[in-house]
Every structure is written in C-alpha cells, then in structure tokens.
C-alpha cells in the first residue's frame, strides 16, 4: 500500500519506517530530503575553536538525518511531524511508530504505592511514570531532590512485570558513587538487589545473569553491540554529565531497547544538545521544577544575598595598565577581602560552605 501511494505523488509525501530501536528510515522526494537535512542540521558550540574547524577537515556542524542512509534518530520522529504540518507535507508513518499505549493513571498510581517503599509516590511522581510509561521513551527534566532514582525504580520494576518478566534492564550513570548510591536507593525502597542488581565499574565483573545491571558509562561505552543486545530497558541518570560522544555510542548500540528513558536536572540551553538527547531517549517531559519542590517543602527556600566589594578609587587607579588576569590575580590575593570572607563565615549559624571559583 505505502508502495503504491508513493508511486503516485512523492513529491509531497513522507514516508516512514522503523529501522531498529535506535533510527527512523525517511522515504521522500530528494528536495524535501535536503530541507529535512537542513532543518536538523546544527553548529557545534564552540566550534571555531576545534582543531578538526581550524583545520578546514570538518565544517563545524551535526547532521542529525543522512541523506545517504535516509535514517534519522527515533526520538525525533515528533519533530519530524511538526516539520511536515509547518510545510503541508504528508507523512505515511509504519507500524510502532506512533506510540501511545493505553496506560490506566489509577493504576500507576497503585503500582507506584505497592512496591515496599515507606512513603507514598508524588503526583508530579506518578505523573511523570505515567506518561513514560504511555509514550516508551522520554526525557525527564526534573530538578535536584525530586526523586529521579524512585521514578527510574518504578518504570523499572512496572517494565519487568508488566511488559516482559524476562526483559534485562540497564541503568547508566556517570561516576562510580552514583553506580553505588542507584544501588543504595533500590534497597532502600524494599528491593532485593542482592538477588537482581549487578554494579558494573573499575574492578567489577563485566558479565552477569542478573536482570538489571547499574553501571558508569566509561565502564561499558567501547563494548562490542552484541553485549546491549540483551537489554529491552536503558535508563541513562544525569545524561547531560556523559560526554556526547560516548552517550551516542552507547545508546546506538541499545538496537533493542524499546523502552529509554534520559534523565537530567538541566539541559544546557544548546538546540545540538537537547536535539540529541531527545534522539537518543525521546521528546522532553519537564516532571517538576525547583519552585514548586519548595512551594511543597520538599526544597528549602533560598534566601540570596549579594555583596559587592568596592575597591577604593587610589587602588583603581594602580591597576590602570593591567592586564585582565593581573586584576584577577591582586584580587583573590587581597588580604583584606580574604579576611572579611573568613570573618563573615565564621559569624554565621549553623553550618556553612564556603566555595571559590579560584584556588
């Protein structure tokens, strides 16, 4: 059928299929090919700056669809439809493209509260399991103290007795004390992860029979593809930590993971990023924000103070002719302003932290 109507006037017409977990396919006239390129096509921060740029060997850009191999990341295929709508183009989309399962929010709700753990799941919780759970792959922006492990524990646990009792799971994160606190948490909230978790870093056995594996990603990322194979479930933690290279190595070779989820506390404001990000795990789900946590009292209020030391005019003028860093360094330097810092810490209640941006 896609056959015959695409004989009959490509020349308005998207087609898509699905290649694997990972890439989309797009059949489409070769003009709108180029304008599909074009619109996902993104300059590197800071690229002027990169030796492969400065070298004339690459032009600074990311292609996120070839038109050589007509495939494009999965996650994007909901940009892919804003596309077309913008330009009146007509998309014949295959089958499991549109996803949208037919999830109960009661039901998750009940599921969320009956896994042993001693409190109840937030609504913003809940929410955010419910509408993972609903679309298969997204990336969740929520904020510190939000509860990132309890909602990556519930779409695991919901996807190992719901969608397939057999299905491995993998939960990627970026330092070896995050690998040891998912862990922490898990048994925290009544699960025996002595009995299904396997920890992956320096040191630790690559190979196991366990249904979830918890690993850092410089652990894992140059495995060979057949190793993710296994795994139906990939959580990626604090995704916008990973370098983006390594990420998109890793989740390429996630072929069958039908079921990703991304989670971060920030994205760092570069469309080339986000765009990624969303192709690799899916569209952004923001879960909750920081003002709200703290409207609920899960989040302190913050109380900001700025203190701006002015010098005196004589001191002003002595460093007329100085260079930048010379200023910088009779600043971090001043006996003056570092004892009104220590004297100011030391007069305050309770605990306090001290940071500087320069040693």
Same mark, same amino acid.
């Given at each position: ?27 489409? *006239? ?5 304008? @599909?390129?074009?619109?996902?096509? %993104? ?13 004339? !060997?690459? $032009?600074?850009?990311?292609?996120? #669809?070839?038109?050589?191999? /007509? ?11 804003? %596309? ?9 989309? =295959?089958?499991?493209? *549109? ?28 929410? &955010? ?5 609903? #679309? ?26 719901? @969608? ?17 606190? !998912?862990?922490? $948490?898990?048994? $925290?909230?009544?699960? *025996? ?9 320096? =040191?630790? $056995? /690559? ?15 140059? #495995?060979?593809?057949?190793? #993710? ?10 995704? +916008?930590?990973?370098? &983006? ?22 994205? *760092?404001?570069?469309?080339?990023? /986000? ?22 009292? &899960? ?17 002003? +003028? !002595? ?23 220590? /004297? ?16």
């Amino acid at each position: 059928y896609i056959y015959m109507i695409y004989n009959q006037d490509n020349s308005n017409l998207i087609i898509i299929e699905k290649k694997n977990e990972v890439y989309i396919t797009i059949e489409c *006239d070769s003009g709108v090919q180029r304008e @599909i390129s074009e619109f996902f096509t %993104f300059y590197v921060p800071g690229y002027k700056f990169m030796p492969a740029f400065r070298n004339r !060997m690459w $032009d600074g850009k990311i292609r996120l #669809f070839s038109q050589k191999t /007509k495939e494009i990341y999965f996650g994007l295929y909901p940009y892919i439809k804003a %596309f077309a709508e913008e330009r009146g183009y007509n998309i014949v989309a =295959g089958k499991d493209i *549109d996803i949208d399962n037919k999830v109960d929010r009661d039901v998750v709700t009940k599921f969320s509260n009956s896994l042993g753990q001693k409190f109840e799941a937030r609504d913003y919780q809940v929410d &955010a399991i419910y509408h993972s759970l609903k #679309f298969n792959r997204a990336l969740l922006l929520s904020p510190t103290a939000s509860g990132k492990s309890f909602i990556i524990y519930n779409l695991m646990r919901w996807a190992m007795k719901r @969608i397939h009792h057999k299905s491995k799971t993998l939960v990627i994160v970026p330092t070896t004390s995050l690998v040891e606190q !998912m862990y922490k $948490d898990f048994r $925290d909230y009544g699960y *025996d992860v002595d009995e299904n978790c396997h920890m992956i870093y320096s =040191g630790k $056995d /690559k190979v196991t029979e366990k249904p979830i594996v918890i690993s850092t990603w410089q652990s894992i990322y140059k #495995f060979p593809a057949e190793w #993710f194979d296994e795994f139906e479930i990939v959580f990626g933690d604090e995704v +916008h930590l990973f370098k &983006a290279k390594s990420l998109s190595t890793m989740m390429n070779k996630c072929r069958n993971a039908q079921y990703r989820y991304g989670m971060t506390g920030t994205l *760092d404001g570069t469309e080339t990023n /986000k765009l990624v990000l969303e192709g690799l795990f899916g569209p952004t789900y923001k879960v909750t924000t920081t003002a709200k946590l703290q409207e609920v009292g &899960a989040l302190a209020e913050l109380d900001i103070s700025i203190l701006l030391l002015r010098y005196h005019n004589d001191i002003c +003028h !002595m460093m007329d002719g100085k260079t930048y860093q010379e200023e910088i360094d009779w600043i971090v330097t001043n006996d003056a302003r570092n004892n009104f810092i220590s /004297k100011l810490a030391v007069d305050q209640k309770g605990n306090t932290l001290v940071m500087f941006q320069f040693v």
